[in-house]
């Protein structure tokens, strides 16, 4: 596995989160719309939106926890059994910490 394209898939996965934290933020600070109709509608998807802030949130602290990892050295090996992460489950999540046998 090549460490420095891991690091860029991590790195732009990393960049498209922060995309779409911010245009949440950038959702939630423009208040309510002064049509009701309108109104009545981002009340309703105000859960949706707090729901994928969290949701990126949560995988942006597992980007950066990856990250860390491959700057020890210490990427790709389950933090569980100290085991290797097989390859095609670090493609699917490159920011697993355990490999398969221990995440299930």
């Known amino acids: 596995m090549n460490l420095s394209s891991v690091e860029n898939v991590l790195v732009e996965k990393r960049k498209e989160l922060t995309r779409r934290v911010e245009s949440v933020d950038r959702d939630f600070r423009s208040g309510w719309d002064p049509d009701s109709s309108e109104r009545a509608v981002e009340m309703e998807n105000e859960p949706v939106l707090t729901e994928l802030r969290r949701e990126a949130s949560e995988e ?5 926890q990856a990250l860390e990892r ?5 990427y790709g090996v389950c933090v569980t059994c100290g085991n290797e992460i097989n ?16 995440a299930n």
């Open 60 to 64: 942006l602290l597992q980007i950066e």
């Open 70 to 74: 491959l700057r020890k050295g210490e």
């Open 87 to 102: 390859h095609d489950r670090l493609n699917a999540v490159p920011y697993a910490v355990e490999c398969i046998n221990c």
